[in-house]
């Protein structure tokens, strides 16, 4: 199947860190990817990950990758108001030309 | 600005007319997507064009969409007796060649269509 999946909603506090998880059920994805969308605008690309890591470190970004049990996560430390967004995890696949295939979003919801 | 560039930002149609969105990629991209996106979902793969050459396209994409990228610079994507399940947010991105397989894509800000 092409499914990814995400929890649609987390809410943290300002300082603290974010956890969001994202499933994917095709084994043979081989880059994972982190997009954030605020409202209005488009799409940006946060990180990504190819399928042999297990581990990526960006700023305060950190992606864990767990190809066992096809689980992806972007721990945001440190969060911020102005990373309230929604937060898209996305897969590409070998010989899929490499389009994207969405998860639905996780809205993360910062407050003070 | 040399980000992708959508035109219109916003749609409004009656059902049944035909609409033409047009996306101006990054100058030295030649991958070309366009998605679709409904409210609390995720974007959707319609179709991709790598150059001039239309390559793939999803069965999301039925006989009333058609796309377009002449001369492997901008791209059109045309909805013919538009639907009222049409309405949705039409992105488009492009992305560079890159040696590694990843797919760097930057997308447009989307043209949203309401079909009424």
């Known amino acids: 199947g092409e499914d990814v999946e995400q929890s649609l909603f987390l809410s943290v506090r300002e300082g603290d860190s974010s956890v969001i998880n994202c499933t994917y059920t095709d084994s043979s994805s081989t880059y994972l990817y982190w997009y954030k969308q605020e409202p209005g605008a488009g799409l940006q690309l946060l990180t990504y990950?190819?399928?042999?890591?297990d581990m990526k470190q960006d700023q305060r970004l950190t992606v864990l990758l767990n190809k066992k049990d096809k689980h992806l996560s972007l721990r945001i430390a440190d969060t911020q108001t102005g990373d309230s967004a929604i937060y898209f995890c996305?897969?590409?696949?070998?010989?899929?030309?490499?389009?994207?295939?969405f998860g639905a979003g996780t809205r993360l919801a910062v407050h003070p | 600005d040399t980000g992708v560039s959508q035109d219109p930002r916003h749609k409004i149609t009656k059902r049944g007319q035909n609409v033409t969105f047009r996306c101006d990629p990054i100058s030295e991209h030649n991958r070309l997507y366009w998605y679709r996106q409904t409210l609390g979902q995720g974007p959707e793969f319609l179709t991709y064009?790598?150059?001039?050459?239309?390559?793939?396209k999803s069965r999301l994409l039925s006989d009333r969409f058609s796309a377009e990228r002449p001369k492997g610079s901008f791209s059109t994507l045309e909805i013919q007796r538009t639907e009222q399940g049409d309405s949705a947010m039409y992105l488009c991105?492009?992305?560079?060649?890159?040696?590694?397989?990843?797919?760097?894509?930057?997308f447009g800000q989307g043209t949203r269509l309401t079909v009424v």
């Open positions: 990950i190819f399928s042999n890591m």
């Open positions: 064009f790598q150059n001039e050459a239309q390559l793939e």
């Open positions: 996305a897969e590409s696949r070998s010989g899929g030309y490499n389009k994207l295939i």
């Open positions: 991105a492009s992305s560079p060649p890159r040696g590694d397989g990843s797919t760097e894509a930057f």
